[in-house]
Nanobody, 122 residues
Framework: QVQLVESGGGLVQPGGSLRLSCAAS????????MGWYRQAPGVQRELVAT???????YYADSVKGRFTISRDNTKNTVYLQMNSLKSEDTAVYYC????????????????RGQGTQVTVSS
């Protein structure tokens, strides 16, 4: 069974940093793209950043210059380094994998993690 497991959320003061990690577990052959969404209460879910297996990364305008997404294909893990955090970054952050194929031949068009809470507050 393939699944995504996130870690690294928590409470941080404005201006602080956090690093989120998301590991895809299971017998994974390939993942086309990995990324992060976030959702704050009463707000539509927002795409934060994505990194394809090859090609350019994408960042939402709201996080450009502050967040950095990276990926370790040997570990099927994606990271989100979040610096200069603001109160408006408070949300549940969800890891996302697209185009995932495992060694049994099963294909997942989209797979999402359970989410990790990030709270930015003094």
């Amino acid at each position: 069974q393939v699944q995504l497991v996130e870690s690294g959320g928590g409470l941080v003061q404005p201006g602080g940093s956090l690093r989120l990690s998301c590991a895809a577990s299971g017998s994974i052959y390939s993942i086309a793209a990995m990324g992060w969404y976030r959702q704050a209460p009463g707000v539509q879910r927002e795409l934060v950043a994505t990194v394809p297996s090859g090609g350019n990364t994408y960042y939402a305008d709201s996080v450009k210059g502050r967040f950095t997404i990276s990926r370790d294909n040997t570990k099927n893990t994606v990271y989100l380094q979040m610096n200069s955090l603001k109160s408006e970054d408070t949300a549940v952050y969800y890891c996302n994998a697209e185009g995932l194929q495992d060694y049994s031949g099963r294909y997942y068009s989209v797979l999402r993690g359970q989410g990790t809470q990030v709270t930015v507050s003094s």
